[in-house]
């Protein structure tokens, strides 16, 4: 029997209405939970603000929400073996064709064919998790050890972002310079702090973010990032230059005004993009992770004289698992930051789904608490 769901539906721009659905049994090769947790993304910020992420139009009314963990509450026949009724998921919302040259090659991250819950990409739009109830393929849901609690079942999301971005870099144990310290830097910096980096030096235009990184072991060294306007290209790489050197000089334990190994761009501005490639040494890797305009005016003869290699991340692939361990190994307890710090705020509900995604849009909430990530729960 199909079973009645409310669901938090994105209608237009802030136009977020509380609706109901009907959700069928899951089918053989799925699996329905309660959706408990789930973090708001940028992406989901960007569709409630604007009803688009860059030219992804919002075509239809659809749910938002793809940072998720919840509780199994049905099993579908062909999978009763490997799920029960209460166990606690992680679920990695994209499903790709597992057809194509890509998938065969383990990449489907990047199939043509993904379908992806709140992404207004394909017609009909995949629904999102800020929902009571939702049924997924089990392939595609990892169940969550008994020390890991739902809301980092959420956060293995926006983590498999950082392990992906490490596991393209292909480097473990160098110096790291993460620009941009919001959630997915935060992140970039704790899977380096795993790895074992020699030295990580964050770097963002909010001093209170590069406090919150410092006070939490995030960071070894930080620097606030003047805001300055170029006018005109020549004054932007010259802008660029300086903040490398800037960088390179506040390198710690031992490696100051040493060019980085790798270095994680988490904002997609133009200027930060051009700072990377600068303070990145000859042979190291720049990891483009930020959204930020499609088309950017880089030093592309710097990079490729130093063969600097740019590195695209999108999403991620053949993550959870690595993930789940990070979560878990107590080896890492005297390396890893307290991922859970950066939910800053949490609302519960679904018909709190507006107020989250207002305070998800600032830089401080109502009381002055710095945002990093908010939280729904239900």
Not at 15 to 42: F, H, M
Not at 88 to 114: F, K, S
């Amino acid at each position: 029997m199909s079973t009645s769901v409310r669901a938090s539906v994105l209608h237009g721009e802030k136009d977020l209405r509380v609706e109901s659905r009907e959700l069928p049994p899951p089918g053989p090769n799925e699996i329905q939970l309660a959706v408990k947790a789930t973090g708001l993304c940028g992406s989901d910020l960007h569709y409630f603000l604007h009803n688009h992420v860059g030219d992804i139009i919002v075509k239809e009314p659809m749910s938002l929400g793809h940072e998720s963990a919840g509780v199994v509450t049905a099993v579908g026949s062909q999978v009763q073996d490997k799920f029960q009724v209460g166990d606690h998921v992680a679920v990695e919302v994209g499903v790709p064709c597992e057809a194509c040259e890509l998938c065969d090659a383990g990449r489907y991250n990047i199939c043509q064919g993904m379908r992806f819950r709140s992404s207004a990409r394909t017609i009909p739009h995949v629904q999102g998790t800020l929902q009571e109830r939702i049924n997924h393929p089990a392939k595609w849901c990892y169940k969550l050890p008994a020390n890991v609690p739902l809301e980092y079942g959420a956060l293995a999301e926006p983590l498999s972002v950082a392990v992906h971005a490490q596991a393209r870099a292909g480097v473990t144990g160098g110096t790291v310079l993460i620009l941009g310290a919001g959630a997915v830097g935060l992140l970039c910096a704790a899977v380096s702090r795993v790895s074992g980096a020699k030295s990580v030096v964050i770097a963002d235009i909010l001093e209170d973010r590069i406090n919150f990184a410092l006070d939490n072991g995030f960071a070894d060294a930080g620097i606030v990032v003047p805001r300055t306007k170029a006018n005109n290209l020549e004054e932007a790489l010259v802008n660029a230059k300086t903040l490398a050197a800037t960088l390179t000089a506040a390198q710690a334990n031992g490696h100051a005004n040493e060019e980085f190994h790798v270095t994680y761009e988490c904002t997609g501005v133009e200027s930060c993009v051009q700072t990377a490639i600068y303070a990145t040494r000859p042979g190291g890797k720049v990891l483009t992770i930020g959204m930020g305009n499609p088309v950017q005016t880089v030093p592309i003869g710097t990079a490729s004289k130093r063969e600097v290699d740019l590195i695209g991340v999108n999403r991620y692939a053949n993550t959870y698992p690595e993930v789940l361990r990070i979560l878990t190994d107590e080896n890492n307890k005297g390396s890893m930051p307290d991922i859970g710090k950066l939910v800053t705020q949490r609302f519960k509900g679904l018909d709190e789904v507006p107020n989250a995604f207002a305070t998800a849009s600032k830089v401080k909430d109502d009381k002055g608490n710095l945002v990093i990530k908010v939280m729904v729960e239900l």
